[in-house]
T-cell receptor, first 116, second 110 residues
Framework: DAGVTQSPTHLIKTRGQQVTLRCSPK?????VSWYQQALGQGPQFIFQ???????QRGNFPDRFSGHQFPNYSSELNVNALLLGDSALYLC???????????????FGPGTRLTVL | QKEVEQDPGPLSVPEGAIVSLNCTYS??????FMWYRQYSRKGPELLMY????GNKEDGRFTAQVDKSSKYISLFIRDSQPSDSATYLC??????????FGSGTRLLVRP
């Protein structure tokens, strides 16, 4: 059973450019969350997608946007890249559950983005 | 004050030792608590998930939650060099997002 997969593994961009990162959830999972992890820090929540809509958003500017497809896979888009956007971007998927807000989140290996 | 606080370490122990990793939080709305292990340059791996105060055991790992003092612990018995990693606590509330601590780096010496 494949876990959460992310592509690409590494990416180098320059300031002002735009980037798209991709995520496929674990089989049977329907919810996808995105996190940003700076070096030496814990992951920070960007947003969560469920039923193809953004269900919850963290404290990130509108330059960060996303999408979820009918097959539950997801994309994270970042526009007008800044040097401070350099980080490990993590995708996590969760199984269907009746528990309000509280489901296990399983992470992928991440995409390391470097902005020059 | 950060919502979730962890001692960054590094915590260095000999192989076979019992390891205690701790986390404090300030938000009383947190209902569920996860512990993740993260190896260098990899994604976090879910170790434990608890939804109430008390203890939960899984193999060599025991998670302990004390909601009254807002204190979370992870114990590792018979620690192995392969346990050397960063351990992240991540409580959550009904808002679907996890709030991570900055992690504690653990080094188990052979």
């Amino acid at each position: 059973d494949a876990g959460v997969t992310q592509s690409p593994t590494h990416l180098i961009k320059t300031r002002g450019q735009q980037v798209t990162l991709r995520c496929s959830p674990k089989s049977g999972h329907d919810t996808v969350s995105w996190y940003q992890q700076a070096l030496g820090q814990g992951p920070q929540f960007i947003f969560q997608y469920y039923e193809e809509e953004e269900r919850q958003r963290g404290n990130f500017p509108d330059r960060f946007s996303g999408h979820q497809f009918p097959n539950y896979s997801s994309e994270l888009n970042v526009n007008a890249l800044l040097l401070g956007d350099s980080a490990l971007y993590l995708c996590a998927s969760s199984p269907p559950s009746g528990r309000a807000g509280g489901d296990e989140q399983f992470f992928g290996p991440g995409t390391r983005l470097t902005v020059l | 004050q950060k919502e979730v606080e962890q001692d960054p370490g590094p915590l260095s122990v000999p192989e076979g030792a019992i390891v205690s990793l701790n986390c404090t939080y300030s938000n009383s709305a947190f209902q569920y608590f996860m512990w993740y292990r993260q190896y260098s340059r990899k994604g976090p791996e879910l170790l434990m998930y608890t939804y109430s105060s008390g203890n939960k055991e899984d193999g060599r790992f025991t998670a302990q939650v004390d909601k009254s003092s807002k204190y979370i612990s992870l114990f590792i018995r018979d620690s192995q060099p392969s346990d050397s990693a960063t351990y992240l606590c991540a409580p959550g509330d009904s808002s679907y997002k996890l709030i991570f601590g900055s992690g504690t780096r653990l080094l188990v010496r052979p």
